[in-house]
């Protein structure tokens, strides 16, 4: 299976702050990746997906890049409503395989 | 809206049959996928299958354990567990996948996108 490993595990940040969270890959996996947000006690909610289209209706500072085994998600000016876990999901290949997830926690 | 049920307190070696029950669009036109969230940890996807039942996909850990089905003329998806084990104890999401696709170059590729979930259901193995 593909490994999928997230980094920072966590980080605190201000409002205001651009936010980066890195995903690679054990393989080399094209463009097949979405990101999920996550809050506590919530279902996922899909962000973006084949790694730079940005879900209807989410806020336009969430972009995401990259190809092959390096991936990005930014968060150009971190919302109070944006702390949460960020987990991102390869799909492409089986089975499907998530990141370990980062926190982004208030500075 | 996707609402799951069939979650309880199950012993190892136990089964449980989850149930996804979907209203205000229909199934049939998307693949469904099972994801789990152990307590405190991340996400792990389960399973999915395609739109007519045709085709499945397994974790590693619940190839010949874990059996998902579907009914499209009860808008409902399921996940039949089989020698459940303590590690499955977790909260059990459901998700549509519209698999949306995009042009890369001269090529369209099909894609993932969990774009909708249900509020999970938990599964607690446990003597």
């Known amino acids: 299976a593909i490994q999928m490993t997230q980094s920072p595990s966590s980080l605190s940040a201000s409002v205001g702050d651009r936010v980066t969270i890195t995903c690679r890959a054990s393989?080399?996996?094209?463009?097949?990746l979405s990101w999920y947000q996550q809050k506590p006690g919530t279902a996922p909610k899909l962000l973006i997906c084949?790694?730079?289209h940005l879900e209807s209706g989410v806020p336009s500072r969430f972009s995401g890049s990259g190809s092959g085994t390096d991936f990005t998600l930014t968060i150009s000016s971190l919302q109070p409503e944006d702390f949460a876990s960020y987990f991102c999901?390869?799909?492409?290949?089986?089975?499907?395989?998530f990141g370990q997830g980062t926190k982004v926690e208030i500075k | 809206q996707l609402v799951e049920s069939g979650g309880g307190l199950v012993q190892p070696g136990g089964s449980l049959r989850l149930s996804c029950a979907a209203s205000?669009?229909?199934?049939?036109?998307?693949?469904m996928t099972w994801v789990r969230q152990a307590p405190g940890k991340g996400l792990e996807w389960v399973a999915n299958i395609d739109q007519d039942g045709s085709v499945t996909h397994y974790v590693d850990s619940g190839k010949g354990r874990f059996t998902v089905s579907r009914d499209n003329a009860k808008n409902s998806l399921y996940l039949q567990m089989n020698v459940l084990r303590d590690a499955d104890t977790a909260v059990y999401f459901c998700a549509r996948d519209p698999t949306p696709s995009f042009r890369t170059g001269d090529r369209w590729n099909a894609y993932d996108a969990l774009d909708m979930w249900g509020q999970g259901t938990m599964v607690t193995v446990s003597s």
């Open positions: 084949a790694a730079s």
């Open positions: 205000g669009f229909s199934i049939s036109t998307y693949w």
């Open positions: 999901l390869q799909d492409y290949s089986y089975p499907r395989t």
């Open positions: 393989q080399g996996i094209g463009d097949d």
